[in-house]
T-cell receptor, first 112, second 115 residues
Framework: AQTVTQSQPEMSVQEAETVTLSCTYDTSESDYYLFWYKQPPSRQMILVIRQEAYKQQNATENRFSVNFQKAAKSFSLKISDSQLGDAAMYFCAYYRDDKIIFGKGTRLHILP | DAGVIQSPRHEVTEMGQEVTLRCKPISGHNSLFWYRQTMMRGLELLIYFNNNVPIDDSGMPEDRFSAKMPNASFSTLKIQPSEPRDSAVYFC?????????????FGPGTRLTVL
């Protein structure tokens, strides 16, 4: 069965610095999607970035980028130039065939 | 621990019918969330409860949707009448508020298809 693991329950980073959130997953499939979601205190889920497994190029969205290592089944999120508004819970998720599995989340604190 | 339990896992119904989705949070958790997942819109928060009280239901799409949490171990999400655009995967998640990290535990989801 597929699993998603976020090994860092909590992290802190200084404002304007760079931080990397880790995510590993387990699957025997070759085609799937991976997502990072952000959940601020409002509790709404915001899609940060998505990656198709068949694409070798790492996805980027402005200050957010991923390091997708398919063989290692690793999907880390890098946030550059951290801002106070980046403080939130971040969830990694695996999706295939209408089935989505979430990690337990990493709480990110931004230190001014 | 059995984790968050959702039922049914799959539901196929016809337009106009009432649909009820069920969730049992992890014992001891006092916050419960209902989400809807579609590829178009991603994951949307519909409503969340704290200590069985609805805190924010602003994500509920319209009056056809209602959610209840009669006790700490059970919640329902009801759609009446259902429409084809309600087809999605509905997730329930729970967390132990006051915990250091607010780790959320997601259930396996209910795949709803409205014909």
């Amino acid at each position: 069965a597929q699993t998603v693991t976020q090994s860092q329950p909590e992290m802190s980073v200084q404002e304007a610095e760079t931080v990397t959130l880790s995510c590993t997953y387990d699957t025997s499939e070759s085609d799937y999607y991976l997502f990072w979601y952000k959940q601020p205190p409002s509790r709404q889920m915001i899609l940060v970035i998505r990656q198709e497994a068949y694409k070798q190029q790492n996805a980027t969205e402005n200050r957010f980028s991923v390091n997708f290592q398919k063989a290692a089944k690793s999907f880390s999120l890098k946030i550059s130039d951290s801002q106070l508004g980046d403080a939130a819970m971040y969830f990694c998720a695996y999706y295939r065939d209408d089935k989505i599995i979430f990690g337990k989340g990493t709480r990110l604190h931004i230190l001014p | 621990d059995a984790g968050v339990i959702q039922s049914p896992r799959h539901e196929v119904t016809e337009m106009g019918q009432e649909v009820t989705l069920r969730c049992k949070p992890i014992s001891g958790h006092n916050s419960l969330f209902w989400y809807r997942q579609t590829m178009m819109r991603g994951l949307e928060l519909l409503i969340y409860f704290n200590n069985n009280v609805p805190i924010d239901d602003s994500g509920m799409p319209e009056d056809r949707f209602s959610a209840k949490m009669p006790n700490a171990s059970f919640s329902t999400l009801k759609i009446q009448p259902s429409e084809p655009r309600d087809s999605a995967v509905y997730f329930c998640a729970s967390t132990r508020d006051g915990g250091r990290t607010d780790t959320q535990y997601f259930g396996p989801g209910t795949r709803l298809t409205v014909l």
